[in-house]
């Protein structure tokens, strides 16, 4: 795989060139201790099956923080409550799915009673935080009291919380698990205080020498993994993998180099974006990476 | 332009069935006093020339509610303290552009300058509203008390306001004007709340007999206006216009039908997705549309 | 509508800008007599909804050329002979579909018998036409003999050979129709001779003061106008629509500006990309195009 | 690499199970002595560094028919000929390229003195075919004659001539090699019969108890591979790789079972469609594919 690597990055054009060149990227990140990475999640990155592969990156310390959409995190706590997804097809009735019970996420499907099973669960974590806590919460805090007390060993805000990694959560409303936080908060006291968030990211990219963003489809944590890092004149090193096209202007599918105008990322030696679904791509370039970290140690 | 677009629906099927159909759902919006419409807005829609056409909408009573990523405001606030976007190019190169003052979005480029008038005029509007309101208040409320106080008659922010119109932005701290909240939270009492927003949001979708769902791009927005919509059973009618593919599973790309097996959305019949570039289709939409409601009128 | 197009031409940034712009070369296009206009259709132009659209711009003389896949020749005589498609959905189970008699398009149905159909008229039409023409033919005077048969007034064949407008086929080896001719001249003398085809439309070109490109959708035939005018140093002014992308490096999806690197282009003056579907967006930028040329006539 | 394609595939959905299920069906297409396989090159597949690739697996007798653009093919004997592509920029002036004689495909430069060394070689080449054989010529004959008078044994065309392996090149004829072809044809006979071609592409998917469909990338190589096989009722067995869209209905972008709805393709059982570039996933899936064949071997 190395070696399919290298051969890619040989070609130095085009998208081997681009796979090539974001393996040696990685790699430098995951080998260089003077690096802290963040990685942003978008789209359906765990349900997507990378739940393993972002889990063990974390448990190695290869990862120091994450910035998440609230479905990430949602589908984090549904398979750590014992809820696995269906297998369907992007064919399916929708109407008849809802009269079954399943939502759908394109061939994914998922139960209902799952998502009930955790609004229940949400509650009870909620309760077992303090009042006082509750009243002015970070996301990141939120997510490590979530994960103290989730059982499974394999779960993303479990590992985050026992390997001190904070994972951000800027839009954690516009979520299922959303939905139960507000609903939690029309009966007991719950105020989620994003500005904390924002100064503990910002805080983290002051604190280190350099920083390395993996940039996993677009939307706001792409964007907000970047924005966070313009206090210290932008990260060191990024590598995205977007299906998202950069004609329409929007921040998802805009180039890296892009961000260097805006001073969210520093110049553009060390950037590499490859076009393609990260649920595919990101595996199969960790993999080339880990294999170049391992030769070279 | 009416002709064209009936011609088109004509077809019923491929990308020419989807515009007329999306042109006779619009219309339906526009014209049926049962419907709420909310619009949402992500990627470069007020930079990307659409500022006018949105508050024309909104000025006229036809759009009740907006949900929008926080640089579509931050771009509607710096056309209202009178800064212009510059005309670019996309291969124009960013560190030069950085040492130059100018940042790219695409082929547009924005004064840093204006950035900097931005947040002293931030700070400014934010110590005219009272600490009282400033310990607890929604966007919404936020970008009202801004509306008030731009003096431009072409903002969506002061249109909005005059209208009564919330425009609600979930990950507004996800911008440069969320930059400027930050670093004014970090020494002047300011603690913005989500939730109550979300509560605004979801009473304006059980205070009408029907909702109208525009979407303009996916992100944050499309799903915000969406998931809303839960607690009511879904949107009775809903158009998108979007570039983002379904294949990868984000909600950015996924077909309205997906929503239904969400609740999100109530049934097949009144849905149309059209694959494009927003400000490229939406103008031309809105005038098939609005020739319509004239014509029947 | 010009007035839409007008505005949004004064954006000059991002999709709006470029919609403009090419709304401006078109009209020039359609106006300056000095062009020579080459349309290329790849994708389902035809069955697509803009049979008619095309056909009114060759009876008006404003196409000159035309190249096109074998598809949308094939879907032209379809419905010449009397055939409509069906309205169907993308959903459809293909199996069930075959066992039918239907053939899928995306969302569009096509009858097997409509095609068995035009297989006994093709025999025919070819029997009509001489030995001595069969043992030698351009698909340009091929099909202008088709076109001569076809008895269908509203038919791109039958109006183009009306107009001596050429149509050029260089794959049509690879059509339903191709199959036609394939089996034909397993029994009987037919040799289509594609380098006829090819200096005809390089002396096309050779022959006018300009050539103006109008580019629908990517494949063989937009390369091959564009090569065909290496030899004249280039196309004077070309707009193309396509949802193709460009970092894959195909010529489908590549920017306008690359083809002047091989010639094929003159400069980069007249040359505007609409990220989009053709059938959407050429229906509209032509109403924009034509309501600009009777303003200023 | 075995182990993380078997993972992918064991999400079962999104694009991992895609990219799994591609995996195994190629594996055993790769394995099963009764499949004949036919893939199919579009876009900058030999330029974009898989030209070492797919030249193994013709050695190999993996693949026993290919169908290209004709834009491989003219790669493929650039670098026969000793010249290399040059590593450019997406953001290169194109009129400047010009002028130095350099011509772009994205980031990666041609020299114009190569392609004139090509268009001297292929004159003398064909100058070495009887003139009997030039006067009735498929492109496949015509390939294999090249191929035997090409010196370099990393060439497609060599390899495949000297494996006995078909380069079906129906548009041929839209090519810098297909320029040369015609300017050749216009002093010297010269008559290329693209039926010769298909006749033996159709009899190759008779004398085979299994057809496998291998495409990269649409255009028409993909549609032709598949249609070719619709006389023998379908391939059994197909994957694809392409960034082309569904939406627009153009085969490049087609699901593969709308095929099986034309008779293409035969079942729904063996199929798998990954969105992604086929230069940067090809390589990876061909790796998982062959260690998957040595483990069970």
């Known amino acids: 795989m190395s070696n399919v690597a290298k051969q890619m990055e040989a070609v130095r054009v085009l998208g081997p060139g681009r796979f090539g060149?974001?393996?040696t990227i990685l790699a430098e990140m995951f080998s260089d201790q003077?690096?802290?990475n963040f990685i942003s999640l978008a789209g359906p990155i765990i349900p997507g099956g990378l739940r393993t592969l972002i889990v063990d990156?974390?448990?190695q310390?290869?990862?120091d923080g994450i910035v998440t959409t609230g479905a990430n995190v949602t589908h984090d706590m549904l398979e750590?409550?014992?809820h696995r997804h269906l297998v369907g097809s992007e064919t399916l009735n929708d109407a008849k799915l809802k009269r079954l019970g399943l939502s759908r996420i394109y061939d994914l499907l998922v139960e209902q009673k799952a998502i009930e099973h955790l609004e229940k669960t949400t509650y009870q974590m909620l309760n077992r935080i303090s009042e006082s806590k509750r009243r002015n919460i970070a996301t990141y805090e939120l997510l490590w009291d979530f994960g103290k007390q989730l059982l499974d060993n394999h779960s993303l805000l479990r590992t985050a919380q026992k390997r001190s990694v904070p994972i951000f959560c800027p839009g954690i409303f516009d979520s299922m698990l959303g939905l139960n936080l507000w609903?939690?908060?029309?009966l007991d006291p719950l105020m989620i205080n994003p500005f904390k968030d924002f100064s503990k990211l910002v805080?983290?990219?002051y604190e280190t020498k350099k920083v390395g963003a993996v940039i996993l489809g677009g939307g706001m944590p792409k964007h907000h993994v970047l924005i966070a890092n313009s206090y210290r004149g932008g990260v060191d090193a990024a590598i995205q993998i977007t299906l998202d096209r950069p004609e329409g202007g929007g921040a998802s599918g805009a180039p890296l180099e892009e961000a260097i105008s805006w001073g969210k990322i520093k110049n553009?030696?060390?950037l590499a974006t490859i076009v393609g679904d990260a649920t595919v791509i990101f595996p199969l370039l960790t993999l080339a990476a880990l294999e170049r970290v391992k030769k070279s140690s």
């Open 203 to 205: 805080d983290m990219t």
């Open 61 to 63: 310390r290869l990862i």
């Open 268 to 270: 553009e030696k060390k």
């Open 183 to 186: 609903t939690y908060s029309r």
């Open 57 to 59: 990156l974390v448990d």
């Open 80 to 82: 750590a409550l014992g």
């Open 21 to 23: 060149r974001a393996a």
């Open 34 to 36: 003077n690096y802290s």
